[in-house]
């Protein structure tokens, strides 16, 4: 069985983060803090915020027509699937995967927890860089060591000083002490490590490890003690003496005008830095050491490169596998816990009076943790449950089977769906949940959770921009659906290509509406041109035509063999790009088909079928054509565009269930490659009569005369479909002729060769008064000229050229170009018509 497994919320829909987010905003407005509340008044005001907003998701998706079972929609926090995460953290447990101990994470402030690596964004911004003296203990007043920094308040968490060994201007000081400024002079050791970058600042570096991912890794290779500075609200400690409770950017401009005061600061400029922010609150994480729940990722990521290196898992576009193989292969352990009210409580209590990282149980719930520290410490033991909840990537890497009734494995819903067939969210996910999802799917069934993962690009606005609230460029989909309708959002949307970000223009928006329309006016055509629904034989006629067999098509007149050949070769083409998962694809190819061939082309064939050709069986043979292509395109559209197909379906006669449940186009089917060719001429034939006619600015009413020359076998074709040809090239059907040889008038006609061995010559005096266009184009001429001249003016003076703006130079150049071609078009254009006047005469 083929299951789709989608995301709805994708990396921004921050369940944990966003939620309660909102809610403490709107307890801020009316001055209350979360803290005043306490965690269970809070959390029971972010269930009811959840209930009452927390299905706008939901909503947009059903809105824009997904067709899921909405009685299978889970929730994060819901019974089974918490449940199923409290199993997950002992089973992995008990194996000794998950851990809890004090190392470096990056902290948010503003959040007040911990979040992983994959939830810190990097950016290039301005900052300043500060050159600060360290004196050197027992030196003079010219020993000392000069420190750039782009941190200066973490000084006060420095316990070393490194130089490179290598480094000749500071081999003197290695193994001496260096007093911390403002520190009331506190002594670190001074170092030497390759690590040091010599060429970086001053090539001396601040060891401060309880403030700096590689200084901490430093430490613990030297080591060094682990000093912290900073509380969780991002303010400064104790450890910094009288800058205690200043926020660590108020301290670094105090401690900077306190350096420069003492003679310490040397000096400060202008640097760019890789910032860390938050991916929720945007606010600069704080690399700080806390006491933290992980997760050993090394053996789950060694199954999971298995399962794409043996085929079992594929991800799409292929590019992104090398993306995840090089994540999996370095990647770190997993802090699983935040310090935050909202989420999955970690199962695990401790004894109050023991040492928390010594004792402590892990246990699926209150009675069973009290019965075993009973068991252990007597019954009148107390214990507590640990505060922090689970990252939300942790319940949602189980979500797979989790959904499903796991840890019951004999489900009926597991049984019978997991694993899945593909799963479908976006590229930004890859790593939060994707790889999550297979790590704990081989890890707790066994099997990879889907075969194939479909990794879609990132709706930006017209510029390519993220959308923020800030840019003020968030388009809510039910505004654009009030606009446009849901058919033209899908079908923009479908249209982007796998992994790629799309920019969702309200010109393109413009564009699939005019489809939608385009679409619907056909269907409108179909419908008041078929047999009337009482006319049995006119039906019985119409249903007697069959295009899925050889004979049958081969037989059919040239357009009709054409469109229906043409529809053959599409649905192999669609079906072949479904199945691939090439959705992109499919769009382009249904709208090139439908716009290119069906509606410009074949409809208004058959509006010479119905309205001029007085023959029924023709008439016939198109209504069926007909309404066989277009309801097979709504066939191949429906899954794009669900609405609009449907309401379609179901107007057309004899519809005996809903296109939805209806079968797909059978593939294979005939078509003749010999009418394609020979409709593809009368195209050329077609395209090439109506350019003469724009060009010479012939009225859309006027029918003109023609003569077409080809050898036999074309004339055969051709002519067999003039009522055709004089329908859309707008000639006099009764002055349409065919011939091998040019026609005696050739030199008063424009002459045009459509394709290799098929010319046409249209009288001139059919389409314009030549001699009044010689003297309009003469008029024309004289001004363009002028106009020319004096663009090559203005580029012949060298002052112009030398201080006018570089842009306005080049758009002067640009107009005299196309001014130029536009000149020699008009003179070859006079040219030709004084050359017929004269022959005339």
């Not at 004339?715 to 055709?724: A, C, F, K, L, T």
Request: aromatic share 10%; glycine share 6%.
């Amino acid at each position: 069985m083929e299951v789709i497994f989608a995301c709805f919320g994708g990396r921004n829909c921050g369940c944990q983060y966003d939620f309660p987010l909102v809610v403490e905003r709107m307890l801020a407005a009316e001055g209350v803090k979360r803290a005043d509340l306490g965690r269970d008044e809070f959390t029971k005001r972010v269930w009811e915020w959840k209930q009452k907003y927390g299905g706008t998701i939901t909503n947009q998706i059903k809105r824009l027509g997904a067709s899921c079972d909405w009685t299978r929609e889970r929730f994060t926090l819901d019974e089974q699937l918490s449940r199923a995460v409290v199993e997950a953290f002992i089973r992995l447990h008990e194996k000794g995967l998950i851990y809890q101990g004090s190392y470096m994470v990056n902290w948010s402030p503003n959040l007040q927890t911990a979040v992983s690596d994959l939830e810190v964004e990097y950016s290039e911004e301005p900052g300043t860089l500060y050159y600060i003296k360290y004196r050197v203990a027992g030196g003079s007043k010219s020993d000392y060591l000069t420190i750039a920094t782009t941190r200066p308040e973490t000084l006060f968490g420095d316990t070393a000083v490194a130089v490179n060994p290598q480094d000749e201007r500071y081999a003197k000081f290695i193994g001496k002490q260096a007093i911390v400024p403002l520190t009331f002079g506190r002594h670190v050791p001074i170092l030497s490590d390759k690590y040091v970058d010599k060429d970086f600042g001053t090539g001396v570096l601040k060891i401060s490890p309880g403030h700096d991912h590689n200084d901490y890794l430093l430490a613990r290779k030297l080591g060094l003690p682990i000093l912290n500075v900073m509380n969780k609200d991002g303010t400064l400690n104790e450890v910094a003496g009288l800058y205690a409770g200043l926020d660590r950017f108020e301290a670094r401009k105090k401690l900077w005008s306190d350096l420069e005061e003492t003679g310490l600061a040397v000096k400060k400029e202008a640097h760019t830095s890789r910032v860390p922010r938050s991916q929720r609150g945007g606010e600069i994480i704080e690399p700080l050491v806390s006491k933290q729940w992980f997760v050993s990722m090394e053996p789950l990521a060694e199954r999971a490169l298995e399962a794409v290196s043996k085929g079992e898992l594929t991800i799409m576009p292929e590019r992104f596998e090398k993306i995840y193989n090089h994540w999996l292969s370095n990647i770190k352990d997993w802090c699983i816990s935040r310090q935050l009210w909202w989420g999955h409580r970690i199962p695990v209590w401790y004894v109050s009076g023991k040492d928390c990282e010594e004792e402590y149980i892990v246990a699926r719930s209150h009675r069973e943790a009290l019965s075993k520290a009973q068991e252990k410490y007597g019954k009148n033991v107390e214990i507590y449950q640990d505060p922090d909840v689970l990252d939300t990537w942790f319940s949602s890497s189980l979500w797979p089977f989790s959904t499903l009734g796991w840890p019951d494995e004999s489900a009926e819903d597991f049984k019978r769906f997991y694993p899945t067939s593909v799963l479908e969210t976006g590229h930004d996910i890859l790593f939060f949940w994707v790889a999550r999802m297979v790590m704990m799917g081989i890890e707790f069934t066994g099997t990879v959770p889907f075969s194939n993962v479909y990794l879609h690009g990132l709706i930006r606005d017209s510029q390519g921009r993220k959308m923020s609230k800030t840019l003020g460029n968030v388009i809510d989909p039910l505004d654009t659906i009030a606009e446009y309708g849901t058919d033209a959002l899908r079908f923009t949307l479908a249209l982007g290509t796998a992994g790629q970000d799309l920019n969702l223009s309200m010109e393109r928006l413009t564009s699939n509406k005019a489809f939608t329309n385009k679409l619907w006016n056909a269907g409108k055509f179909i419908l008041r041109n078929l047999p009337h629904q009482d006319d049995t034989l006119a039906w019985e006629a119409l249903l007697a035509h069959k295009f899925d067999k050889v004979e049958s098509v081969v037989k059919l007149p040239l357009p009709e063999c054409w469109v229906v050949s043409k529809l053959h070769v599409l649905v192999d083409e669609v079906t072949a790009s479904y199945e691939k998962l090439f959705f992109g694809d499919v769009g382009r190819e249904i709208y090139d088909f439908f716009w290119a061939d069906f509606a410009d082309w074949y409809i208004e064939v058959s509006k010479a079928r119905l309205y001029h050709s007085g023959d029924h069986s023709v008439a016939s043979v198109s209504q069926a054509a007909l309404l066989y292509i277009f309801g097979s395109i709504l066939k191949l559209l429906h899954p794009f565009m669900p609405f609009v197909t449907e309401e379609l379906w179901q107007a057309l006669p004899s519809r005996q269930e809903a296109l939805i449940v209806s079968a797909w186009p059978p593939t294979s089917l005939p078509r003749d490659i010999d009418s394609i060719k020979k409709f593809e001429n009368l195209q050329a034939l077609t395209r090439a009569i109506r350019n003469v006619r724009a060009e010479y600015a012939v009225e859309p009413a006027k029918l003109i005369s023609a003569s077409i020359v080809a050898n036999p076998d074309v004339i055969q074709y051709i002519s067999g479909e003039r009522e055709v040809l004089a329908l859309l090239s707008r000639l006099d059907l009764g002055n349409v002729n065919f011939a091998e040889a040019p026609p005696g008038d050739a030199n008063q006609s424009v002459h045009v060769v459509a394709s290799e061995g098929l010319e046409a010559y249209l009288p001139l005096s059919d389409m314009v008064d030549i001699s009044a266009e010689v003297q309009r184009l003469s008029k024309r001429l004289v001004k363009m000229q002028a106009e020319y001249d004096g663009l090559m003016a203005r580029l012949s003076s060298s002052s112009f050229v030398e201080k006018a703006p570089e842009d306005i130079v080049r758009g002067v150049r640009e107009k005299a170009a196309e001014a130029e071609e536009k000149l020699t078009l008009t003179k070859n254009r006079l040219n030709f018509l004084k050359s017929k006047v004269l022959i005339a005469n």
